[in-house]
């Protein structure tokens, strides 16, 4: 089992909907929550962070995390082509090396 | 500002041979990390690095070496380069180890 798993996609949706993106996780000790953007052929970029149980919203993004059940989303409203991307879910184990576990991105893409 | 700042973009070698990928930050960055990313694989951590002078491994530093002697500069150095170690590699920076990460724009290397 992954450490952390993404369905690999694609997610296609049309421009307008809501994109809903998922990943779960196994260390019961992970204590943040990452989502990056990666355009093809450039690098990730942070879209949003999140610690706590519950949502956090940051204009059309919303992350939301559930540590009973392991997984964490991020919902993408009014989706744009622009959004088309690799959505990388990334996780903090709280150890001392500071281990971060990407999962391998979950491709969106957004039809106009 | 440039950021991170990864040299060079693309290049080849033949099994064997040496090189030194660098990375370079202006943004006055303790933690310094170098990741590999393979398709369906995911980003994995190589080595990390909390402060000039003390470097750690990551999850996969089988094959490299880095070394950081001030806070600018992080390098990884493949010493007799590998077909597994065809990547592409990026270096990422962060104020904490616990955030947000930086990424330089990606070296992609091929190992013939």
């Known amino acids: 089992q992954k450490e952390v798993e993404q369905n690999s996609g694609p997610l296609s949706v049309p421009e307008g909907a809501i994109a809903s993106l998922n990943c779960t996780y196994s260390d019961r000790g992970s204590q943040s929550f990452f989502w990056y953007r990666q355009y093809s052929g450039k690098s990730p970029e942070l879209i949003m962070f999140?610690?706590?149980?519950g949502d956090k919203e940051d204009g059309r993004f919303t992350a939301q995390l559930n540590k009973a059940s392991q997984y964490v989303s991020l919902l993408i409203r009014d989706s744009q082509p622009s959004d088309s991307a690799t959505y990388l879910c990334?996780?903090?184990?709280?150890?001392?090396?500071?281990?971060?576990?990407f999962g391998s991105g979950t491709r969106l893409l957004v039809r106009p | 500002n440039a950021g991170v700042t990864q040299t060079p973009k693309f290049h080849i070698l033949k099994t064997g041979q040496s090189m030194t990928l660098q990375c370079a930050q202006d943004?006055?960055?303790?933690?310094l990390s170098w990741y590999r990313q393979d398709p369906g694989m995911g980003l994995r951590r190589i080595h990390y690095s909390v402060a000039a002078g003390i470097t750690d491994k990551g999850e996969v530093p089988d094959g490299y070496n880095v070394s950081r002697s001030n806070t600018e500069d992080f390098p990884l150095r493949l010493e007799s380069a590998a077909p597994s170690q065809t990547s592409v590699y990026f270096c990422?920076?962060?104020?904490?180890?616990?955030?947000?990460?930086?990424f330089g724009e990606g070296s992609r290397l091929t190992v013939l």
């Open positions: 999140i610690y706590s149980n």
């Open positions: 943004m006055n960055h303790g933690y």
């Open positions: 990422a920076s962060s104020p904490s180890p616990e955030g947000e990460l930086f």
């Open positions: 990334a996780v903090l184990l709280m150890d001392s090396s500071y281990k971060l576990i």
